[in-house]
Antibody
Framework: QVTLRESGPALVKPTQTLTLTCTFS??????????VSWVRQPPGKALEWLAL???????YYSTSLKTRLTISKDTSKNQVVLTMTNMDPVDTATYYC?????????????WGQGTMVTVSS | QSVLTQPPSVSGAPGQRVTISCTGS?????????VHWYQQLPGTAPKLLIY???NRPSGVPDRFSGSKSGTSASLAITGLQAEDEADYYC?????????????FGGGTKLTVL
């Protein structure tokens, strides 16, 4: 069974750096064609893709946020970490990680439950 | 403004058929990139409904179907049921001079009357 779970702080202050961890099971990020992505959703708004890391450690970022984002993986721990710098209240959202295998053509086939992050002083 | 345009809301009575459109452009759907669809029930994470324009993951009822033509795609739901009431999102890939991104539609709220 494939599962993903996001963890991180529920509250961060403006200008701080957010660090989120996605811990997964049921698949390996060292398997060719496997990727993990981060997607966020502000309250009442649409989904927004943030970043993707693949089995070969290639990284891809949203062009509008790439200066603030860093994605990394620890294959031995089955974890993917996303950092976002200079947090602002507009970054308040539920942050999801999702598995993205090449076999799905770029679709996010399994999602974590999400973690709500509020940015406020 | 989302790169992919969806109607904010659609509705239908139980048993009816509804369609949700996803309109893009020559830099995304029209460029040949696949379209995927997600269902998001209230308070839950999105769930993959259709991938690669028209493929259903295991466990998704055949009441759900997807199609793509030109710069648009559509999700059709037949035999509408109360539990289909949810938000639906399309997703594709966009590549232009300003960069490349995974893109989502703005979402469509389906109300079962």
């Amino acid at each position: 069974q494939v599962t993903l779970r996001e963890s991180g702080p529920a509250l961060v202050k403006p200008t701080q750096t957010l660090t989120l961890t996605c811990t997964f099971s049921g698949f390996s990020l060292s398997t060719s064609g496997m990727c993990v992505s981060w997607v966020r959703q502000p309250p009442g708004k649409a989904l927004e893709w943030l970043a993707l890391i693949d089995w070969d450690d290639d990284k891809y970022y949203s062009t509008s946020l790439k200066t603030r984002l860093t994605i990394s993986k620890d294959t031995s721990k089955n974890q993917v970490v996303l950092t976002m710098t200079n947090m602002d209240p507009v970054d308040t959202a539920t942050y999801y990680c999702a598995r993205t295998p090449f076999t799905s053509g770029g679709a996010f086939d399994i999602w974590g439950q999400g973690t709500m992050v509020t940015v406020s002083s | 403004q989302s790169v992919l345009t969806q109607p904010p809301s659609v509705s239908g009575a139980p048993g009816q058929r509804v369609t949700i459109s996803c309109t893009g452009s020559s830099s995304n759907i029209g460029a040949g990139y696949d379209v995927h669809w997600y269902q998001q029930l209230p308070g839950t994470a999105p769930k993959l409904l259709i991938y690669g324009n028209s493929n259903r993951p295991s466990g998704v009822p055949d009441r759900f179907s997807g199609s793509k033509s030109g710069t648009s795609a559509s999700l059709a739901i037949t035999g509408l049921q109360a539990e289909d009431e949810a938000d639906y999102y399309c997703q594709s890939y966009d590549s232009s001079l300003s960069g490349s991104n995974v893109v989502f539609g703005g979402g469509t709220k389906l109300t079962v009357l």
